[in-house]
């Protein structure tokens, strides 16, 4: 039997604190010829860390496009590469659906490491129902999201978003406009850091705590489905 040969290996990295990584990640980190990183200067601070001497290249949203069939051409040739993101895991609302497309299209070995995630932690914590959930990132920023918030409105599964700090409070502004005060809503940030904060209630409750905050971290929003 042919041993397996894994050409590229989707490693999810740290949200927060440094030790939320695996000791597998940690190894393959150490044994790939390469990792691309969405941003050398993040992932350098965790390989400096764990004293992971191997070469990074910067993979990310604005050059995945120019460097997907280079790098497919490299793992053909028998090079073993890593995709990180600076936090999470890769291809989930970050760079990574694009090189993990052309490469099982080009009928190589990929493989995705378990491990840390943001929203997981953010849903269970929620106490909102977690056996039915759908995940739709990150809302869009102008157009078409007065139309994807009136379809999370009518959404009787558990919705979880993503957001950033400075859209955080017209987003709850948004969810209290579209799905009503009452809405059961909670909200976590800075996940596994010093910091780390989620406030659950009614959305109106949740929005008037971080009208007056000075908001920082990434967001997770866990929405209750429509009764």
Known sequence: ???????????????????????????????VQLILAEDTRTTGVLLKHYDIPTSQRSYHIHNEHKQVALLVERLKA?????????AGTPGISDPGFLLA???????????????????????????L?????VFEGFLPTK???QTKLMSIAE????????????????????????MGEERRISVSRELTKIF??????????????????????????VISGKC
């Open 101 to 127: 497309r052309a490469v099982v299209e080009a009928g190589l070995e990929i493989e995705c490491l378990p491990g840390a995630t943001a929203f997981v932690p953010a849903l269970v914590k929620s106490g």
């Open 129 to 133: 129902p977690s056996d039915r959930f």
């Open 155 to 178: 959404e009787q599964r558990t919705v979880v978003l993503y957001e950033s700090p400075h859209r955080l409070k017209k987003a709850l502004s948004q969810i209290v406009e579209f």
């Open 1 to 31: 039997m042919k041993e397996r040969f894994t050409s590229l290996y989707l490693v999810p990295t740290p949200i927060g604190n440094l030790k939320d990584i695996t000791l597998r990640a940690l190894e393959v980190l150490r044994n």
């Open 143 to 145: 157009k078409g999201r």
């Open 78 to 86: 028998g090079e073993q590469m890593a995709l990180v993101t600076d």
């Open 196 to 221: 780390e904060e989620t406030r659950t209630g009614p959305a109106s409750e949740v929005r008037d705590y971080f009208e007056s905050k000075e908001i920082k971290g990434e967001i997770v929003i």
